[in-house]
């Protein structure tokens, strides 16, 4: 069974431009949750969405949003990029959710922004 | 608030040996779950264990154990017979619970560890 995939592995961008990130769940999975990690402030955790429907969003500033598709694949948007932004970005994938079902996460997707 | 510690940066182990990385977590939910994962210096989380509160018997997979003592609010995971292969940042996470915190982990800060030839 293939992994969760995200696409591109690395990104580099300038200050106030827009990026698109992608990732591609475990086939039948229906769940996809994205985090941001950084050293300074760890694993943090930016949206998840189910069937479509961005169901929880972390604390992040409106430039952060996503979307998912009825192939469940999903993509999370930056616009207007910051400094702040650089990240490695991870997406994950489960089942179902639930306080017992373990989320399978990507490769990520580094993001600098300079 | 739902919290995860981790109170080891770092740690080094001798290969062969077993090491033991310490969690505690802090939530006022009876239920709940909590994981841990493994991320190399590529960056892929991988995971290795789950534990529910309501289970009674600490969870095993292959070479990883989780020693669960839920009075103490603590879940540290046992690496049995260290491998070089085993060298990498271990995080300890917990399912965010209530009605609107669907597909959220809460990490704690991570423990780098290391393992000697």
């Known amino acids: 069974k293939a992994g969760v995939t995200q696409t591109p592995r690395y990104l580099i961008k300038t200050r106030g431009q827009q990026v698109t990130l992608s990732c591609s769940p475990i086939s039948g999975h229906r769940s996809v949750s994205w985090y941001q990690q950084t050293p300074g402030q760890g694993l943090q955790f930016l949206f998840e969405?189910?069937?479509?429907?961005?169901?929880n969003k972390g604390n992040f500033p409106g430039r952060f949003s996503g979307r998912q598709f009825s192939n469940s694949r999903s993509e999370m948007n930056v616009s207007t990029l910051e400094l702040g932004d650089s990240a490695l970005y991870l997406c994950?994938?489960?089942?179902?959710?639930?306080?017992?079902?373990?989320?399978?996460f990507g490769p990520g997707t580094r993001l600098t922004v300079t | 608030a739902q919290k995860i510690t981790q109170t080891q940066p770092g740690m080094f182990v001798q290969e062969k040996e077993a090491v033991t990385l310490d969690c505690t977590y802090d939530?006022?939910?009876?239920?709940?779950?909590l994981f841990w994962y493994k991320q190399p210096s590529s960056g892929e989380m991988i995971f290795l264990i789950y534990q529910g509160s309501y289970d009674q018997q600490n969870a095993t997979e292959g070479r990883y154990s989780l020693n669960f003592q839920k009075a103490r609010k603590s879940a540290n995971l046992v690496i049995s017979a260290s491998q070089l292969g085993d060298s990498a940042m271990y995080f300890c996470a917990m399912s965010a619970h209530g009605s609107g915190n669907t597909g959220k982990l809460i990490f704690g800060q991570g423990t780098t560890l290391q393992v000697k030839p």
């Open positions: 969405y189910f069937s479509e429907t961005q169901r």
């Open positions: 994950a994938s489960s089942k179902e959710t639930g306080l017992s079902y373990e989320q399978y």
């Open positions: 939530t006022s939910d009876p239920s709940y779950g």
